[in-house]
């Protein structure tokens, strides 16, 4: 049983590990990346950057501009123009919890999204307006901490029959109402994207999903700057590492165990060997009581426990010994040599 509980909790803290080393690993990757990442402002700069550079792109690179729709912007119920908008909605329940209270609890309904192609543009003046860096396929970003809510209603439910009160009762779960909000990403936000910036043989210059030969870098629509979001993810670095230790040092001493088990195992097999072949053929007769095992009575005392040096068991007792413990001290058995008492 004990066995059994040491291989679990090795498996898990070692499968938690190959997945800690991944998470820690991609974080390292794009900290590093941040870390010479070049940045830019939609204008005259980026352009000769990109003329400079190797196939008109740069793999991976943060520039930033004004938003603004390609085309129609999407109008909010608020009247804000906007080129994304979500729209979700939150059933509130109340729920019975397992100590018989009652506590709050919260499902999502429905969530519907909309975007429309746009762009960044120079935040400048409208003399010298620059070209837009169009944004290739915004849903593949990260958007979290660019979208401001514009709107939130609370729609309480209907009261209820008695009836249907009791049936609540009887469930276990009672709706409270529905609470819809709306986020958009309203035109004229000054934003920053990181991604992967491509002049194509048009003019056109574009922000899209990086494939950055050194593995998966996020594309990131952020209000942020570049100093803060690389502070966000050396935080995140330094935790995945404490982790890391953490479960690895877990995993290692469960293996560490697991190892020790096997080669005892393997040193008691070889000295039962030993000893079984050279036994008496006359079992324990003519023995005295101190030289018969305390343990199956039928089989002389074979073993010298190390470290406690007590004599006590015969060899396949002490195969059998499932903590590993000397019967008569209690003490953890190191090693066992073959004993003959005259
Ligand atoms: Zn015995
Ligand atoms: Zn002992």
Redesign the pocket.
Same mark, same amino acid.
Not at 292 to 299: A, H, Q, R, V
Not at 313 to 318: A, E, I, Q, R
């Given at each position: 049983m004990e066995n059994f509980f040491e291989e679990t909790a090795f498996i898990i803290h070692a499968g938690l590990t190959g997945i800690l080393f991944i998470a820690y690993k991609e974080c390292k990757n794009i900290f590093n990346n941040l870390n010479k990442i070049q940045t830019f402002e939609v204008g005259s700069k980026l352009v000769s950057a990109l003329d400079a550079s190797s196939a008109g792109s740069l793999e991976y690179a943060a520039i930033s501009g004004k938003v603004e729709p390609i085309s129609e912007a999407i109008i909010s119920s608020q009247g804000n123009q906007a080129v994304v908008k979500f729209l979700f909605s939150v059933g509130h329940f109340r729920n019975r919890l397992f100590s018989a209270t009652w506590g709050a609890s919260e499902n999502l309904l429905y969530s519907t999204s909309t975007f429309v192609p746009f762009g960044l543009r120079s935040p400048g003046g409208f003399l010298h307006r620059s070209p837009l860096a169009i944004i290739d396929d915004p849903t593949t970003a990260d958007l979290t901490n660019v979208l401001t809510t514009v709107g939130s209603q609370f729609v309480e439910s209907e009261n209820m029959s008695m009836l249907g009160h009791f049936m609540n009762i009887l469930a276990g779960k009672q709706k409270l109402g529905t609470e819809t909000t709306e986020k958009i990403l309203p035109v004229g936000s000054i934003l920053t994207a990181i991604g992967r910036v491509t002049r194509l043989p048009d003019g056109t210059t574009h922000i899209s999903h990086p494939q950055h030969p050194s593995g998966h870098l996020p594309f990131i629509l952020t209000t942020m700057s570049i100093d803060d979001i690389k502070a966000t993810y050396k935080v995140q670095l330094r935790s995945f590492g404490v982790a890391l230790l953490l479960v690895g040092s877990i995993a290692g001493f469960f293996a560490m165990r697991i190892f020790c088990k096997w080669v005892f195992c393997f040193c008691v097999k070889k000295i039962r060997r030993d000893i079984v072949k050279k036994r008496n053929p006359n079992g324990i007769a003519g023995l005295h009581d101190s030289q $018969?095992? $305390?343990?199956?009575?039928?089989?002389p005392?074979?073993v010298l426990f190390v470290p406690c040096g007590h004599i006590c068991?015969?060899?396949?007792?002490?195969a059998?010994l499932q903590d590993y413990r000397c019967p008569v001290c209690r003490d953890y058995i190191i090693y066992g040599y073959p004993a003959f008492i005259p």
């Open positions: $018969i095992c $305390i343990t199956c009575l039928s089989n005392r074979e068991t015969c060899v396949d007792c002490w059998k």
